[in-house]
């Protein structure tokens, strides 16, 4: 009973069908903006990644160390460089542990069906937990998809050790400051070194953990405020008075998750609570080629702040994103406007992706090339 209509719910609102067929050859572009100053620099990893990364620590480990040491070949880590990841890039880590067919199945409806009947007590556990909670709806209307939330619970401490892991190594190894992109988790609690505490009976949060150039993770994480209608099927809204302002060898550092980049709420916190030298936003587009299409516009609440429904079907995605998101709010900040803002790219079972890079220095815009099969990594001089 549980996994009836597990393809018309849980993940499957969330992660669309594109039809791509994965090849190994993935483009991959370089670009540098502005010049070593001395005052440090941000850089951009938009990474590529299959299903295959996630299924051990090591795997996945070896997957984003390959970044690292790019950047590091091209000159681009120094002692004051802060590194920046996409949104959801540990997301996908709920297949840790799997055997390895899980990897090579068709669709990821089917991926998470063999994840939840690999643990089927804990699985029908937490998908009992979940419905008996009570919650049918989440923010604006959003129905909860219990299933997908059961499947994150029973692999939550498991991918929480190892995104913290790998990237408390990549860190300290690199001696970097890092913005570990994102990965959904209930909300993460006293974080020491490798050590943390989750709040397993609450919801589930589009997580972001920082971590120092010595490993140690920032105790207080980042909860992305405005998840999608999609999300809110299995995610719960952060508070924005919980927003955090990290300070880090460049200077005081905030993120800004994806879609909350679209409201102007972030950036006038930011404003008010002294400016930000960096602003990081890992960001994630669920479809291959999305962002050359025509934008479909918003069809339900929440609404981007200045929503002009004209621009539906009229103008593309990409524009659409130079509109209403970062490019469209750095007019809130007085001070510094630096965006390094990278999106996921990869292929998982039968869901693709899109996006290219949008780097704002002090106000100027740079955008990265589009690439239907392709990474890129970016240094954005202070």
Partial sequence: MIFRGWLKCGLGSLLVLSGFAYSADVEREYREFGVDSGRGNVV??????????????????????????????????????????????????VIIGEEEGVAHLSTKEEALQRVALAHPWPFASAFLRSWWSGASEGAYGAKIRHDAVAVFK???????????????????????????????????THISGHQFDLEMSGPLY???????????????????????????????????EET???????????????????????????????????????SFVDVDGKMNRPWSGVRSAP?????????????????????????????????KKNVMNVFLRGRWWDLGSDGNSIVIQDGSLHRGRLMLKGDAIHNLWL
């Fill in 44 to 93: 951009g990893l938009q990474t590529w990644t299959t299903p295959s990364d996630y299924l051990t620590q090591s795997a996945f480990d070896r997957a984003m160390r390959g970044y690292f040491e790019a950047a590091r070949a091209r000159g681009w880590f120094e002692g004051r460089t802060v590194v920046v990841l996409p949104e959801y890039v540990g997301t996908w880590l």
């Fill in 154 to 188: 029973v692999k939550a401490r498991a991918m929480a050790d190892a995104y913290l892991t790998t990237f408390s190594n990549l860190a300290r190894d690199f001696g970097v400051t890092v913005v570990a992109g994102s990965i959904v988790l209930p909300k993460m």
């Fill in 206 to 240: 589009n997580t972001t953990v920082i971590f120092k150039p010595n490993g140690d993770a920032y105790p207080i994480t980042n909860r992305k405020n405005q998840p999608t209608p999609s999300e809110l099927a299995f995610t719960a809204q952060g508070r924005l």
């Fill in 244 to 282: 955090v302002k990290f300070e880090t060898p460049v200077g005081a550092l905030v993120v800004i998750n994806c879609a909350d980049s679209w409201f102007d709420a972030g950036f006038q916190w930011i404003e008010s609570h002294g400016g930000a030298e960096v602003v990081a936003v890992p």
């Fill in 303 to 335: 609404w981007p702040d200045g929503y002009d429904d004209r621009d539906r079907g009229t103008i593309s995605y990409n524009r659409a994103w130079e509109k209403y998101a970062s490019p469209g709010r750095v007019h809130h900040l007085s001070r």
